[in-house]
């Protein structure tokens, strides 16, 4: 497959996917007049139409890059998808399978047989076939490992072994190790006899005889140190290295506060394993940030933008029946002080503001707590002065807007009592938010939950629950008479 070499822009993107849409639709009205046609022929005819449809899209797709490919699948319906898909799959092989979301090649998959999903995994690396591991059928993964001889076999089993959250399952086995003995012109004497390096290749690993990391060699210090020079005398001790086991959410800080490309990964023995590079960490970021707005949202990474409309239905179920339960809950509240409502029409005006505004605090608060626990910046040593930062940030925003909203109360209404109620419910909801926006990341923390899922429709329930009994609350004792 051949690639453009250049950067494409969204708007590129976008004309390519019209471009392929509006074929589509042409090879549609050119089948449907087919079939209107007369019988004679018509199986050698439709034959021909087939080839020419798949002709017609291999040569748009030949001179994209993969992961542009499966931008446009990714933007397509499922019955245009597949149409595409199965006209363009043999010539990409697995980089597409590998460039698109989890949900569309689930899509994508589920039309292969176990023999086409075994010749194109043949064309991948073990850490590649690792990646699409989790979607591929038993039947179709005993294939593949049969076809893999026994280096690939041992290299995948040991990617898979890890966890998805684990530095191991992101290695891949890319990588030229050394010996320190060595001096540099026989060095690059052997990367000449290699012919290429592999890619994101900045550093070559220096190894003892029993494979344990004493230090790396950077390819800038290769060319530029005289070749007679031996790799004991120019290689760097200090270096960063990652254990299989150590979490991938600490080696991309590494990687971000290091600027690094690759490293190493070791065993507890400190045995090379195999390397990280910067192109898995980013792809993990990159999935990690969007499968949280997904959860903030309540929706699952699982979900297709075009799968069946049953499938997205349950998807998003969950978090709209917890909707549902804390909306009830607001409405008992107000139905407890529908009588003070009744006598002082002018609350129920003011009721959304007090919710509103805690809902708010409260949403600052949880993304900078859960922002800095993703961040690791949130410790047993300082979650304290954190706390008690943030509860003295609350009780002067509190203070602030309680006056702001009781002025302009005071100058709407020109009624002391009742801008004097807005103040306190305000200054106290606003604490309440401050304090649930704090608790609920920190506690889903502690016991080793995602920080993220379900915070901020929780918080906004309870803001809303809490800001309308409050303000409710003090208008009955100092308002109604």
């Given at each position: 497959?051949?690639?453009?070499?250049?950067?494409?822009?969204?708007?590129?993107?976008?004309?390519?996917?019209?471009?392929?849409?509006?074929?589509?639709?042409?090879?549609?009205?050119?089948?449907?007049?087919?079939?209107?046609?007369?019988?004679?022929?018509?199986?050698?005819?439709?034959?021909?139409?087939?080839?020419?449809?798949?002709?017609?899209?291999?040569?748009?797709?030949?001179?994209?890059?993969?992961?542009?490919?499966?931008?446009?699948?990714?933007?397509?319906?499922?019955?245009?998808?597949?149409?595409?898909?199965?006209?363009?799959?043999?010539?990409?092989?697995?980089?597409?399978?590998?460039?698109?979301?989890?949900?569309?090649?689930?899509?994508?998959?589920?039309?292969?047989?176990?023999?086409?999903?075994?010749?194109?995994?043949?064309?991948?690396?073990?850490?590649?076939?690792?990646?699409?591991?989790?979607?591929?059928?038993?039947?179709?993964?005993?294939?593949?490992?049969?076809?893999?001889?026994?280096?690939?076999?041992?290299?995948?089993?040991?990617?898979?072994?890890?966890?998805?959250?684990?530095?191991?399952?992101?290695?891949?086995?890319?990588?030229?190790?050394?010996?320190?003995?060595l001096n540099l012109k026989a060095i690059i004497a052997y990367i000449r006899k290699l012919g290429k390096l592999p890619s994101h290749t900045d550093k070559l690993f220096v190894v003892d005889q029993l494979d344990r990391v004493q230090g790396i060699l950077p390819l800038q210090r290769l060319l530029t140190h005289p070749p007679s020079r031996y790799v004991a005398d120019v290689m760097v001790t200090d270096f960063v290295k990652f254990q299989v086991d150590q979490s991938t959410i600490e080696a991309a800080r590494a990687f971000e506060r290091y600027d690094l490309i690759t490293a190493p990964v070791v065993d507890n023995e400190g045995k090379l394993q195999g390397r990280l590079c910067v192109d898995s960490i980013l792809d993990f970021i990159r999935e990690q940030s969007d499968e949280e707005l997904l959860i903030q949202a309540g929706v699952g990474e699982e979900e297709d933008l075009f799968s069946s409309v049953w499938k997205s239905?349950?998807?998003?179920?969950?978090?709209?029946?917890?909707?549902?339960?804390?909306?009830?809950?607001?409405?008992?509240?107000?139905?407890?002080?529908?009588?003070?409502?009744?006598?002082?029409?002018?609350?129920?005006?003011?009721?959304?503001?007090?919710?509103?505004?805690?809902?708010?605090?409260?949403?600052?608060?949880?993304?900078?707590?859960?922002?800095?626990?993703?961040?690791?910046?949130?410790?047993?040593?300082?979650?304290?002065?954190?706390?008690?930062?943030?509860?003295?940030?609350?009780?002067?925003?509190?203070?602030?807007?309680?006056?702001?909203?009781?002025?302009?109360?005071?100058?709407?209404?020109?009624?002391?009592?009742?801008?004097?109620?807005?103040?306190?419910?305000?200054?106290?909801?606003?604490?309440?938010?401050?304090?649930?926006?704090?608790?609920?990341?920190?506690?889903?923390?502690?016991?080793?939950?995602?920080?993220?899922?379900?915070?901020?429709?929780?918080?906004?329930?309870?803001?809303?629950?809490?800001?309308?009994?409050?303000?409710?609350?003090?208008?009955?004792?100092?308002?109604?008479?």
């Open positions: 497959m051949q690639s453009s070499g250049k950067l494409h822009s969204a708007q590129f993107l976008q004309h390519q996917l019209q471009e392929v849409i509006t074929l589509l639709e042409k090879q549609q009205l050119e089948k449907s007049l087919v079939q209107r046609g007369p019988a004679t022929n018509y199986e050698l005819v439709e034959t021909m139409l087939h080839k020419q449809h798949q002709t017609r899209l291999q040569e748009k797709f030949a001179l994209l890059h993969p992961a542009d490919i499966a931008s446009i699948l990714e933007s397509l319906p499922l019955d245009q998808r597949k149409t595409v898909w199965d006209a363009i799959h043999t010539l990409h092989d697995g980089q597409v399978l590998l460039e698109v979301s989890d949900a569309v090649r689930q899509t994508l998959i589920s039309g292969m047989e176990p023999e086409e999903l075994a010749t194109v995994a043949g064309k991948l690396d073990a850490d590649e076939i690792a990646d699409l591991a989790a979607d591929i059928p038993k039947r179709a993964m005993l294939k593949i490992l049969r076809s893999l001889n026994s280096k690939e076999r041992k290299h995948l089993n040991a990617i898979l072994a890890y966890q998805e959250n684990q530095v191991g399952a992101l290695m891949d086995f890319g990588m030229i190790t050394i010996r320190d003995d239905a349950k998807n998003r179920w969950g978090w709209l029946l917890i909707n549902v339960g804390t909306a009830f809950a607001s409405t008992r509240i107000i139905g407890l002080f529908e009588d003070i409502i009744l006598q002082l029409v002018t609350l129920a005006s003011l009721m959304p503001i007090i919710a509103a505004m805690g809902g708010n605090s409260g949403n600052q608060t949880s993304m900078l707590i859960i922002r800095s626990l993703a961040l690791g910046q949130v410790t047993p040593a300082n979650v304290h002065r954190l706390i008690k930062k943030e509860l003295t940030l609350a009780v002067l925003n509190g203070l602030f807007i309680g006056l702001v909203i009781g002025l302009l109360s005071m100058l709407l209404y020109q009624d002391i009592a009742l801008s004097v109620v807005m103040t306190m419910a305000m200054f106290i909801n606003l604490l309440v938010a401050v304090v649930v926006g704090l608790g609920i990341p920190l506690l889903r923390h502690k016991y080793g939950k995602d920080p993220a899922v379900g915070t901020s429709i929780i918080l906004t329930a309870i803001t809303d629950s809490m800001g309308f009994f409050i303000f409710l609350g003090l208008a009955s004792l100092f308002l109604i008479k």
